[in-house]
């Protein structure tokens, strides 16, 4: 173990539906969400020891979005690859087509490879180089076939762009679309594995209070140091490490829980008291 990467214990883990397969996300206590890249082949269709040894190879620019966190599996808590949600995208691009499986998903991948091939030279303003090509290649064929089709050139090269413009248009709506799906994803993914907002301090007062009205119950019931085992009962039952750390959306849970206890606890303390009366 010694040397080796730290393992981080997450503050949430939630599960994302995609093509009938659950990827499995988890949230870090800075408040920035990963996913599982074992999860992540699964749902692509990729060997998941090839893409673990392409981010091992890379660690040059993946290492600050990786992390190895402790996540609940069939077998129990396993350290698992995560990478940064927000880091999904730059690492689909270098999928190796021939790797996946699926058909369907080879061809969104095959899309947004495209699409981001697209937007990079946009951005770095060298998209013009295909728009040259394909004129340098259109007049070439035309003076080609000049000599032979003089009066009938003209027309033949106008209906072949206008062919190729349209396929062209019709590529590039179906890239649109599969990109489109694909970000759509991607944004489901940051926000399932976001942050969560913690209590309030006026709900950690009133927490405070229940946990001590049981404890003192306890205490009365012979339970020496019940405080310890109150708080780790509420931190299982949220799956938190500590009660400061708890969701807002967790916290009516965590009250029933306590009344709950309280109640029971006081209906044994009151049954003496009936049998006396009697």
Request: hydrophobic share 35%.
């Amino acid at each position: 173990m010694a040397g080796g990467p730290p393992v981080f214990k997450p503050e949430q883990e939630r599960k994302l539906l995609f093509r009938g397969k659950e990827i499995a996300t988890a949230d870090l206590r800075d408040g920035k969400g990963y996913v599982s890249v074992r999860s992540l082949c699964e749902a692509f269709g990729l060997d998941q020891r090839a893409q673990r040894r392409r981010l091992l190879r890379q660690q040059g620019y993946f290492a600050p979005y990786t992390a190895t966190i402790q996540m609940n599996t069939p077998g129990g808590p396993q350290p698992n690859l995560c990478l940064m949600a927000s880091s999904v995208p730059l690492f689909l691009t270098g999928v190796e087509l021939e790797r996946v499986q699926d058909a369907e998903t080879r061809d969104l991948l095959t899309a947004f490879l495209d699409e981001a091939h697209t937007v990079l030279a946009e951005h770095f303003g060298i998209s013009e180089r295909g728009e040259l090509q394909f004129l340098r290649e259109s007049v070439s064929r035309m003076v080609a076939e000049q000599e032979q089709f003089e009066d009938t050139i003209s027309k033949k090269v106008e209906a072949e762009l206008a062919d190729l413009r349209r396929a062209h248009e019709e590529k590039v709506q179906q890239i649109r679309e599969a990109f489109s799906d694909l970000r759509q994803q991607v944004t489901r993914l940051e926000k399932v594995a976001g942050p969560k907002a913690r209590l309030t301090p006026e709900e950690l007062g009133q927490l405070r209070q229940l946990v001590a009205s049981l404890g003192t119950l306890l205490q009365e019931q012979g339970v020496p140091k019940p405080y310890p085992g109150i708080y780790m009962d509420i931190t299982r039952l949220t799956g938190v490490s500590r009660s400061e750390d708890i969701r807002r959306e967790d916290f009516a849970m965590v009250v029933d829980f306590l009344e709950g206890q309280i109640r029971g606890l006081t209906k044994e303390n009151a049954k003496p008291a009936k049998a006396k009366d009697v």
